[in-house]
């Protein structure tokens, strides 16, 4: 049976719950979000008492299902003002499972300006004095913890920028290796969690009852043709393993979608430099040592897309360098060395940063002329000063909207105030209408229309076809749906294009629930959610107005394609006409 667990940080109490009926066949996003729908005032702070932080397993998580491990974290974000789920892979999510906790609700403010660690274990939760690791990064925080503590824990953390409350914090899981480079980056909610003081969340599983599934048999035998279909699909079981989501960089460069200078080109001439083919060469043939592809960011992920790259005496220097965080410090700001995009990652992942909004942050400083483009010292030197908190560090560490308004520039690509991902809505316009109309902000994983647009997958759509509404809508109702399920978005690949493990990625929920949910339901569910989020929007204080690209899209044509966006407004306003 599970429960919820509701923890104060006012009078730094904890209690168990029961789960309410409503919330029975909730999970992850799902989840989440409905939380924040019931429990928060939309027009709250973010950093207020009002507002919460939620923790939430996917449905199957903890389960022995395929690629299930990830943890949902939602709150009323900071850098948006609007509702936020962000998720991460990593270790935590299948301990909280298997403890019989669906979700973790995080309310209320310290009082005495400490920060506190939450324990949780089989015999219930407390919370802690975080003297041990306030101030420290997250390297040093997850080695401190699990030097302190037994049986390996899960630990959800926040970094110094998390402390300082800075927009663009992010909350960081530990994968099993105890690095904590897996993030629910997204939308500032590291932030949240400093504001409450809660610095870490430490998850020991042992002894725990985990998790009931209703039907074993039939869960085994669904969660099997979804591995097959991991297994057997080119993009899950070759692509990824080998080359990590980096083998994006050499196929968006060629299809000219690549951001390169803060969104000035669609093309980079160093791509070869820093591509996945570049990162599998240095850390399994030439550097070797701690180097490794076919990384798995929890047990039981069969994809295992993450990477470890190594310094180029072979040591380990940071996991993982994924698509967004190499392109993001290396294209869009013009950097060609793997080295230094690897050490802006790392810097990420230690002061607690979203590395897509890290970068394009630091693409928009070095578009006011702050450094240089191109100047990866230049680049560290900069992240560095948010960890330090200095002035002009507090301003990158808030993202890149506020640090384009605080230097004049114009050419922000943000929808929503969130940082644009990897993909230039010009020459692709559908994962533009997903940009535009997430209830995220500008997001690449609430609707992922690369698939049929530049990779083929799920069918085939014409990237510079204007009319891909219904598209973005149909993407983002499923990506709601699997972001609740507890599976990695990854899978996507393998269940758009074979029907069986599309088959038993809805079955394995139903086996679990003895529910009989079908395709439909699928779509059904995650628009629900998504209403749930729009709504919550909307009281917020968002409009359609709101749903637009930043306007130098419209205007300014991209090289080498020399397109601007041009989806009409009515195009987008009708995403969410249901
Ligand atoms: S596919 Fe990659 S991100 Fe997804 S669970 Fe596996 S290692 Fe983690």
Request: with cysteine.
């Given at each position: ?6 923890v ?6 904890t209690k168990f ?6 919330y ?50 939602g ?10 789920e ?20 995080v ?17 219930g939760?407390s ?26 824990p ?26 904590p ?9 590291g ?15 042992k ?35 080998n080359?990590?989501?980096?083998v994006?960089?050499?196929i968006?460069n ?14 980079f ?7 996945g ?5 240095l850390?399994?043939?030439v ?14 992920c ?18 993982c ?14 950097i ?19 590395t ?5 942050t ?35 560490g ?48 609430s ?29 983002q109702?499923?990506?709601a ?6 599976y990695?978005?990854?899978?996507a ?6 029907a ?20 439909d339901d699928?779509?059904?569910?995650g ?52």
């Amino acid at each position: 049976m599970s429960r919820i667990l509701r923890v104060n940080m006012t009078d730094l109490s904890t209690k168990f719950e029961e789960v309410p009926e409503k919330y029975r066949l909730l999970g992850g996003r799902g989840l989440t979000s409905n939380i924040v729908f019931d429990e928060v005032p939309p027009d709250c702070h973010p950093l207020g008492p009002n507002n919460k932080v939620i923790f939430a397993p996917g449905l199957v998580t903890g389960t022995s299902a395929p690629s299930s491990g990830r943890l949902s974290v939602g709150g009323k974000s900071p850098l948006t003002g609007g509702i936020k789920e962000a998720n991460a892979g990593g270790i935590a999510s299948q301990k909280i499972a298997r403890l019989g906790i669906k979700a973790i609700i995080v309310e209320g403010q310290a009082q005495d300006g400490k920060f506190y660690s939450l324990k949780v274990n089989k015999d219930g939760a407390s919370l802690v004095s975080a003297d041990d690791i306030v101030g420290k990064g997250m390297y040093e925080a997850d080695e401190i913890i699990w030097r302190k503590h037994p049986n390996k824990p899960g630990v959800i953390g926040i970094g110094p920028a998390g402390e300082m409350r800075l927009a663009n914090a992010g909350v960081s899981v530990n994968d099993s290796e105890n690095g904590p480079g897996r993030y629910a980056g997204r939308g500032g909610l590291g932030a949240v969690m400093g504001s409450k003081g809660l610095k870490a969340i430490i998850v020991d599983d042992k002894g725990g009852p985990g998790v009931s599934v209703a039907n074993p048999e039939l869960f085994k035998q669904e969660a099997k043709k979804l591995a097959d279909a991991l297994l057997t699909h080119a993009v899950t079981s070759q692509a990824l393993p080998n080359y990590g989501t980096a083998v994006l960089i050499n196929i968006l460069n060629e299809a000219g979608g690549l951001p390169t200078r803060n969104f000035s080109s669609g093309r980079f001439e160093g791509a070869a430099k820093v591509s996945g083919e570049m990162i599998n060469e240095l850390a399994t043939k030439v550097r070797k040592g701690a180097g490794r592809v076919a990384h798995p960011c929890h047990p039981g992920c069969v994809i295992k897309c993450s990477n470890v790259f190594p310094k180029p005496d072979g040591s380990y220097h940071v996991s993982c360098v994924e698509y967004e965080s190499d392109w993001a410090f290396g294209p869009n700001c013009g950097i060609d060395d793997l080295d230094a995009i690897a050490e802006l990652v790392r810097i990420s992942n230690d002061v607690g940063l979203d590395t897509i909004e890290a970068g394009v942050t630091v693409g928009v400083a070095m578009e006011a002329g702050i450094i240089p483009f191109g100047d990866g010292q230049a680049a560290i030197n900069l992240l560095s000063e948010v960890g330090k908190g200095t002035p002009l560090g507090r301003i990158i560490g808030n993202g890149a909207t506020f640090t384009g308004r605080a230097f004049g520039v114009t050419r922000i690509p943000a929808v929503k105030g969130q940082a644009m991902p990897a993909y230039d809505p010009r020459p692709i316009k559908g994962i533009g209408v997903t940009y535009a109309t997430s209830t995220m902000g500008a997001d690449h994983t609430s609707g992922y229309t690369i698939a049929p647009e530049i990779l083929g997958v799920g069918g085939k759509a014409d990237p510079f076809a204007v009319n891909k509404g219904e598209l973005s809508r149909a993407f983002q109702a499923t990506t709601a749906f699997v972001d609740a399920s507890g599976y990695c978005l990854f899978i996507a690949f393998a269940i758009l294009d074979i029907a069986s493990g599309f088959e038993g990625m809805v079955n394995s929920v139903n086996a679990m629930y003895g529910t009989d949910w079908t395709g439909d339901d699928v779509v059904k569910i995650g628009q629900q959610i998504i209403k749930t989020e729009r709504t919550f929007n909307e009281r917020a204080g968002f409009t359609k107005e709101h749903d637009r690209v930043p306007e130098f899209m419209r205007l300014e044509k991209l090289p080498p394609h020399n397109v601007v966006f041009d989806v009409s407004d009515e195009e987008l306003d009708a995403v969410y006409a249901f």
